[in-house]
């Protein structure tokens, strides 16, 4: 999930919790605002408040497959993988061509321990997009899967990127030793 600073999502925050409150009967805008509400809960690492907010995002809009591709993201990072990837595989059946859903399904799929089939959605989602989270994403599939060279390919474009990507730096310090 993307870096923001802290003092930045909480205007976000309060920025998308006004517009539930102003937004008439639309719920597929509502949704989309629970859904940013959700992301910006990962990234603070409140887990468990995106997953109450994904949820509502879901309620609003039950067939936004990116929505319940982040469900199932979220709760494999919570450690029901088994639930998580079954919430995967149902919003790739919906859309097998979202990079947001194919992303979600590299990144579950990569925290269960299924590298070969982390690859294959990551190696899908370059067809259609290629952001650093998605090159970090790969170069962590390749790192796993023992391609130390290829990894560290993903990482470095990643930094051409955002070069002040520490987190990146020391990935690609780490495989030089």
Same mark, same amino acid.
């Given at each position: 999930?993307?870096?923001?600073?802290?003092?930045?999502?909480d205007l976000s925050r309060e920025t998308f919790t006004r517009?539930?409150?102003?937004?008439?009967?639309?719920? $597929?805008?509502?949704?989309?605002?629970?859904?940013? $509400? =959700?992301?910006?809960?990962? *990234?603070?690492?409140?887990?468990?408040?995106? $997953?109450? &907010? +994904? *949820?509502?995002?879901?309620?609003?809009? /039950?067939?936004?497959?990116?929505?319940? #591709?982040?469900? =199932?993201?979220?709760?494999?990072?919570? =450690?029901?993988?088994?639930?998580?990837?079954?919430?995967?595989n149902l919003a790739i059946a919906q859309? /097998?061509?979202? /990079?947001?859903? +194919?992303?979600?399904?590299? *990144?579950?799929?990569?925290?269960?321990?299924? !590298?070969?089939?982390?690859? &294959?959605?990551?190696?899908?989602?370059?067809?259609?997009?290629?952001?650093?989270?998605?090159?970090?994403?790969?170069?962590?599939? !390749?790192?796993?899967?023992? !391609?130390? &060279?290829?990894?560290?390919?993903?990482?470095?474009? #990643?930094? &051409?990127?955002?070069?002040? *990507?520490?987190?990146?730096?020391?990935?690609?310090? $780490?495989?030089?030793?």
């Amino acid at each position: 999930f993307a870096s923001f600073s802290s003092g930045s999502d909480d205007l976000s925050r309060e920025t998308f919790t006004r517009a539930i409150e102003n937004v008439d009967e639309d719920k $597929l805008r509502i949704a989309v605002y629970w859904m940013a $509400l =959700g992301n910006i809960s990962i *990234r603070a690492g409140e887990l468990e408040r995106a $997953l109450s &907010e +994904l *949820r509502t995002a879901r309620q609003n809009d /039950p067939s936004n497959g990116v929505v319940l #591709a982040r469900l =199932g993201l979220l709760n494999s990072m919570l =450690g029901d993988l088994r639930l998580g990837l079954e919430q995967i595989n149902l919003a790739i059946a919906q859309d /097998p061509v979202s /990079p947001d859903i +194919l992303h979600s399904a590299a *990144r579950a799929y990569y925290l269960s321990g299924q !590298y070969e089939e982390a690859r &294959e959605f990551a190696t899908t989602i370059f067809e259609y997009r290629s952001t650093i989270d998605d090159l970090e994403l790969a170069g962590d599939i !390749y790192f796993a899967l023992k !391609y130390p &060279e290829d990894a560290r390919a993903f990482w470095m474009q #990643a930094l &051409e990127i955002d070069p002040d *990507r520490i987190d990146l730096v020391e990935k690609v310090q $780490l495989l030089a030793q």
